[in-house]
């Protein structure tokens, strides 16, 4: 049983950097309607923070993947477990995902959008984990670099508990 949760990076600070994402993308799509397409469920608190701040046009889509198992090392094998409602064909497309750890679940995911011909693509991402990295993975927008520390909270889970906590936190062993 793991105890308590410490708080890492707290809620103000996570609005901050929010809004400095929003005010970035704002910035490089002004006068375009991207579709943002969030990977669930990590991003669903990130995703809709995000969109409130943006002040764009923006249409929404998701995509949720799983990496096979629920523990804390991320798989090798990604699949898709459910793909886009809508075609995404010469839209300018921003992925929202809430942390690249080892890059293969975003790596997978860009590989099958590009293959839908958008007229552009690109990552933002809340959190990195530079040092668990498998695969390269170009982060346009970043939020916080981690050290390699498991983290929950605002949507991140340890098996599906603590996604509901406002602040991102270390579950200490
Ligand atoms: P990757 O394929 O190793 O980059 O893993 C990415 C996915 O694993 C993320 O989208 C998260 O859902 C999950 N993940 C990676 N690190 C953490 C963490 O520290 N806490 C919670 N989930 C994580
Ligand atoms: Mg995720």
Redesign the pocket.
Known sequence: MSSRPKVLVDRNEIANTVARLASDIRRDYQGKQPVLIG?LK??FIFMADLVRQLDLPVELDFAT?S?YGSS?E?SSR?KLVRGLTKPIRHRHVIVV??????????SFLLGYLKEKKPASIRLCALMD?PS?R?VP?PIDYLGFT?PD????GYG???DERFRYLPDICLVEE
Do not use: A
């Open positions: 990977v990590g991003s993947l990496s804390e991320t990604v995902e809430d942390i690249v750890d080892t890059g293969l679940s975003v984990k668990r498998k993975v981690l520390k498991f983290v929950v991140l889970d340890l």
